[in-house]
């Protein structure tokens, strides 16, 4: 073992932290809700795919968003990721921005849930809120996916330094996903109500 070089680390405060995450590339979501506690949505890069057995992600919240209390009352989120093209309604919901303007910017329809799932997102997870636990500012929600969908055939949409950046998507038939002549593919999920649950590439 080495000793800790002081001269390289910074203390982690708030700032220090940011500043460190900044770094990071992550892709890009909007997260949404609708329901008996409303219509609402943000724009999220805490997003994590906790397991496959079941279907299982996880979404980081700040309780001070407009939307935690929707979100929670609730009980289902729908996580569109997005892509290149998608810049504007990732900055409208990334705050500030009354839901009636966030939601005018995106076409949308529903999965399983009442959920809105932006059409033109790359992929379309439509879950239920299955635990929550407080970290700080934060609450994780681990979320069941019950239903996805996928229709955008864009390059992927990145956040990092502090900027949108976008990502070319793979020569043709790399995966299922990037072969846009595919037919539609039904995936491991838990069946919805009907061919929510397929994956359409073309
Ligand atoms: N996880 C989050 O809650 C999160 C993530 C990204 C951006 N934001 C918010 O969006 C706005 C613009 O952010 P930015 O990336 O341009 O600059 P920034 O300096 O505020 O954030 C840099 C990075 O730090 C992390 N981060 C920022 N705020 C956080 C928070 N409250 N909790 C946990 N992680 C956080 C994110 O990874 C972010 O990309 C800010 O208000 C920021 O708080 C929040
Ligand atoms: C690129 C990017 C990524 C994220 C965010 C912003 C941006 C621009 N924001 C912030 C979030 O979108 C915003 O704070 C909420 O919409 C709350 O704002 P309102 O309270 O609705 O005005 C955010 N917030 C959050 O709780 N979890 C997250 O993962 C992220 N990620």
Same mark, same amino acid.
């Given at each position: 073992m080495t000793e800790p070089d002081s001269a390289a680390s910074v203390p982690v405060d708030a700032a220090a932290y940011r500043e460190a995450m900044s770094r990071l590339a992550s892709a890009v979501h909007l997260i949404t809700t609708d329901g008996p506690g409303g219509r609402a949505g943000f724009t999220a890069s805490a997003v994590c795919s906790v397991s496959d057995a079941p279907p299982t992600l996880l979404v980081c919240v700040n309780r001070a968003s407009s939307a935690f209390a929707a979100l929670t009352r609730n009980g289902t989120l729908c996580v569109s990721t997005l892509g290149a093209g998608h810049e504007t309604v990732a900055a409208l919901f990334g705050g500030r921005t009354p839901m009636d303007e966030r939601f005018a910017a995106g076409t949308w329809r529903r999965l399983r849930s009442e959920a809105p799932a932006l059409t033109d997102a790359l992929v379309s997870f439509d879950c239920r809120i299955v635990g929550r636990h407080a970290v700080g500012s934060h609450d994780v929600l681990y979320c069941a996916v019950e239903a996805l969908a996928a229709t955008g055939q864009a390059d992927a949409l990145l956040y990092s330094e502090r900027r949108f950046r976008t990502l070319a998507r793979a020569p043709r038939g790399g995966s299922d996903l990037a072969e #846009?002549?595919?037919s539609a593919r039904a995936v491991?999920?838990?069946?919805?109500?009907? #061919?929510?649950?397929t994956l359409r590439s073309a």
């Open positions: #846009p002549t595919r491991g999920v838990r069946p919805a109500e009907g #061919p929510a649950l």
